[in-house]
């Protein structure tokens, strides 16, 4: 009987403990199937997130890089004047070195450190009073060699003398004259006048000094006409012929000054060193020039030759200057493979920069002479190359703009 006591309590126990375990196990089915559940909304919301990353990632792929904001301008044609370009050398129509002839104490200086004179105006007196006292013995000999030989004239028609005294007082008189007439010559050497009218440079002298002859007193330039000696090669010389004009830059005037002249001589030797051709111009400048143009300066010169070239021409802005040449960046219609239109963001038909080297020529101001690879009316970009590739979608914005021109006047700030 206990035994079965013990069994009937166990499995009462049994009964009872059953529903607990099945409470348990629901509760855990629930906790993971609310983990699942949490689990797929969380990895669908990063599938789609991360879907959505990709097919922006293929998007802005398939579409490129955003469009750069540049300034464009249009390749011009026109006729360009014929320049050969050169460096030119300032130099006086007349200029002279004052120096003395003979020696002498200076006595008096009659002019000042870069003064302008007049032709003839005395500038240095040597001393010369000794000079002047042997012209003052030569006279009073003069005078009694004049009333012998006019005596002698008198008795010889007489026949009171012979011819030989005659002759004798005639060589005499002449003599003294002669000697005479040297002296004043040699004391006029004595005062040193300017041989043109120009303007002095500065005194290399002062007063009491001893001068041998050959002395440099001071140098003189004539103001009245200047010439430009310059140089051009010798293939060139012969499109130049006398007459053709030129004109003159002067390098670092403000504001800038540009003269007119012709060229009136063609050296008719080569340098051998060089093979150069030396040529010399006129200023046609009437007024000033001596103020803008001073002796040895050197100056920018521009032949105009008579014949013109057409050429296409863009801003120096829009070349891009490397080793491996130079290039611009044209501006055309954007493509897809098919050669269909890209539109843009805003619509329109969208744009694309193409590299194209090109083969620079002369220069005219701000603008470039372009010899091979851009033809008139295409687009160019002026403003923002450097940020360009070849094929990169741009976006063009002309609201800042620059004025090139050909004659520029660039204020010296």
């Known amino acids: 009987m206990p035994s079965n006591d013990n069994t009937t309590e166990t499995k009462v126990l049994r009964d009872q403990s059953a529903p607990r375990s099945i409470s348990n196990v629901m509760r855990f089915v629930i906790a993971i199937g609310l983990s699942l559940v949490v689990i797929t909304v969380l990895a669908g919301t990063k599938f789609a997130q991360i879907s959505s990353l990709i097919r922006f990632g293929k998007a802005a792929q398939a579409a490129g890089p955003p469009p750069e904001a540049v300034g464009t301008t249009v390749a011009k044609g026109g006729a360009w004047e014929t320049v050969l370009e050169s460096v030119g050398s300032v130099a006086a129509g007349r200029g002279v070195t004052i120096s003395n002839e003979i020696p002498g104490v200076v006595r008096a200086i009659r002019f000042e450190s870069g003064a302008r004179v007049r032709a003839g105006q005395v500038l240095v007196e040597l001393d010369a009073r000794v000079e002047k006292a042997q012209l003052a013995s030569l006279r009073a000999r003069r005078e009694l060699a004049t009333s012998t030989a006019t005596r002698t004239r008198r008795l010889e028609a007489g026949g009171a003398t012979t011819k030989a005294q005659l002759d004798a007082d005639e060589a005499q008189l002449k003599t003294v004259s002669a000697d005479a007439e040297a002296l004043q010559a040699q004391i006029a050497k004595k005062t040193i006048r300017a041989p043109f009218a120009g303007k002095l440079?500065?005194?290399?002298?002062?007063?009491?000094?001893?001068?041998?002859?050959?002395?440099?007193?001071?140098?003189?330039?004539s103001l009245e006409a200047v010439y430009i000696d310059f140089t051009v090669p010798q293939q060139e010389v012969a499109r130049i012929p006398v007459a053709t004009p030129i004109r003159i830059g002067l390098p670092g005037s403000q504001p800038p000054v540009t003269l007119q002249g012709k060229v009136v001589a063609v050296d008719p030797n080569i340098d051998p060193v060089t093979r150069a051709v030396k040529l010399r111009a006129s200023v046609q400048d009437d007024k000033g020039t001596g103020d803008k143009l001073r002796p040895g300066m050197f100056v920018n010169v521009s032949v105009v030759l008579p014949e013109r070239a057409n050429v296409v021409s863009i801003p120096a802005t829009a070349i891009l200057r490397a080793p491996y040449g130079n290039s611009v960046f044209i501006v055309e219609d954007r493509k897809d493979e098919q050669g269909h239109p890209v539109k843009g963001p805003d619509g329109k038909p969208g744009k694309m920069a193409r590299q194209q080297f090109v083969r620079v020529g002369v220069s005219r101001g701000d603008f470039v002479a372009i010899d091979e690879g851009v033809t008139a009316?295409?687009?160019?970009?002026?403003?923002?190359?450097?940020?360009?590739?070849?094929?990169?979608?741009?976006?063009?914005?002309?609201?800042?703009?620059?004025?090139?021109?050909?004659?520029?006047?660039?204020?010296?700030?």
Not at 214 to 220: C, F, H, N, Q, R
Not at 379 to 388: C, D, I
């Open 201 to 221: 440079g500065i005194r290399s002298i002062n007063l009491g000094q001893y001068l041998n002859p050959g002395t440099a007193i001071t140098v003189l330039e």
């Open 377 to 413: 009316g295409q687009e160019v970009v002026m403003l923002g190359a450097f940020k360009l590739r070849n094929g990169a979608p741009v976006m063009v914005n002309n609201q800042v703009t620059l004025s090139p021109s050909q004659t520029p006047t660039p204020q010296n700030r």
